[in-house]
């Protein structure tokens, strides 16, 4: 089957103590997901510095150039042919961090995309992204990228859907919720639901562990384009390894029985302009 | 407290072979909710009609001019000064039939929706919608307005609460899935995602029972803005009457913590023009 691709999601503890031991925690668990057969391998966000930085210094101290992180990944994405997808503390040529996300494959650095929208204290020490998300064309398929919070927005996954988007890969760093209010984490409510609307592949690779007081979700899922889970979460929230057979030609078509297709039913004529027009950030009232 | 809002979901079981007692049990729902102090009625869609039509002559005989819907339930709406939203097969004055929605209230009908995304062999009945989805000021909050399978367009739903909607009410006709995806019908994650994406109430009034071979989901649910349902499903999926206290006033901020809202997050310049551009219903590819 040209379409059934083997993706991998490697949950894992990036220490933001320790930079230089995150890197070396996300390439092992690369290549390991690498020899196990994945052929998309996603990585969570920030994973070669950890993310509760104490000072801009800090963030600045564990930033890297995007070639310096396909230089680490692209060589173990070779040895099987894989595509990686990871979240990286980026330091743009003109000294600007982003909270960023890499596609490497055995050719390098295909693309980078820095996170739109930034959550909690991000602001601090990055900058926003000025660019839309991209979609790339992999020899696993194609593949739209975001970041964690970027999945709160409908509107970039849904444009990565239009797009051509078959997988929508999101890098994470979800902070735990001991109560959640959909009896699960809405994270995943979240996953199940953007697969379904668009008729897409959803992986979210979230990362585990704590940092500075503050406990990740460990959430990690793969979502089909019927909406149901396809892998994940990994059990006891801690460090693992996703591994979903996905027929990614599947959300090449949008049909969704004998009358309906997701795209071709849509009206855009009569949807609201503010959705995609400048300054409409907040509701009319 | 000026938000808290009585808001009721009727779910009932129309019959297609009778349509006359279909709107019968529509008015003794309405006027059962009201008497209970439901504020907010929905009712579900072609409440007045049922559903699954054989021919488009059953279609028209069952059709109503939306006065005529109004004259129904606005007295019983006045009872209790409530505003009731329920779904109805309507005859518009140059003859054409619309899966249609009405708000109404004691002063009679406020508002009109029809349907822009038809699924299934409604087109053989139904002229699409070729309107926006409205939110109208009333006087228990500002009420949206969609049906069914809008819901699966997030496009809709979110430019609702862009224009203000604090409550996102549902007139619903769900078939059943006896294997859902998700683990639950994927209405109710719809429902619960929604609800959370854009912080506003959403309410889902869904029908049950069965017609011509058709068995509906009886899903009817009320979620709140913070992604968790608030009322519901009715426990055995059968005739059963939601009613939750909302705080209409919560959807009336949109921010999610110390530093993040979710609309002034948004970042709309980065948005595919695709979302609300004609002629973009297909993927790129």
């Excluded at 230089?20 to 092992?28: F, K, L």
């Excluded at 990944?73 to 595509?83: H, L, Q, S």
């Excluded at 964690?148 to 999101?170: K, S, V």
């Excluded at 009896?183 to 704590?210: E, F, K, N, Q």
Aim: proline share 7%; aromatic share 6%; with cysteine.
């Amino acid at each position: 089957m040209e379409g059934l691709v083997r993706v991998a999601c490697c949950q894992i503890a990036p220490d933001v103590l320790d930079p230089e031991r995150s890197a070396n925690v996300a390439v092992d668990a690369l290549a390991a997901a690498v020899a196990a057969g994945a052929q998309v391998v996603v990585l969570p966000e920030l994973v070669t510095s950890g993310y509760v930085f104490a000072s801009v210094e800090e963030a600045q101290a564990a930033a890297l150039g995007a070639e310096d992180v396909a230089a680490a990944w692209g060589p173990i994405a070779a040895r099987g042919d894989a595509v990686v997808i990871g979240g990286f503390c980026e330091r743009a040529p003109d000294g600007r961090l982003f909270n960023s996300s890499a596609l490497v494959d055995r050719d390098g650095l295909r693309a980078v995309y820095r996170k739109l929208h930034l959550w909690g204290e991000e602001p601090r020490w990055f900058s926003a992204g000025d660019q839309p998300a991209p979609v790339i064309d992999t020899r696993h398929g194609r593949i739209g990228l975001g970041i964690c919070y970027d999945i709160e927005f409908p509107e970039l996954t849904r444009g990565l859907a239009l797009a051509g988007a078959e997988l929508i890969a999101l890098p994470t760093n979800w902070p735990h919720d001991p109560r959640p209010a959909d009896g699960r984490p809405i994270l995943h409510s979240l996953a199940a639901t953007t697969a379904y609307l668009s008729r897409v592949y959803v992986a979210v690779c979230d990362r585990c562990g704590a940092e500075r007081g503050l406990e990740f979700e460990g959430g990690s899922v793969i979502a089909a384009p019927d909406g149901g889970l396809r892998a994940g979460p990994v059990p006891g929230r801690g460090v693992g390894t996703l591994l979903a057979k996905c027929d990614l030609t599947e959300a090449r078509h949008k049909r969704t029985g004998e009358h309906n297709d997701a795209f071709a039913d849509r009206r855009p004529t009569y949807y609201a302009p503010a959705l995609t027009a400048r300054g409409s950030g907040q509701p009319a009232r």
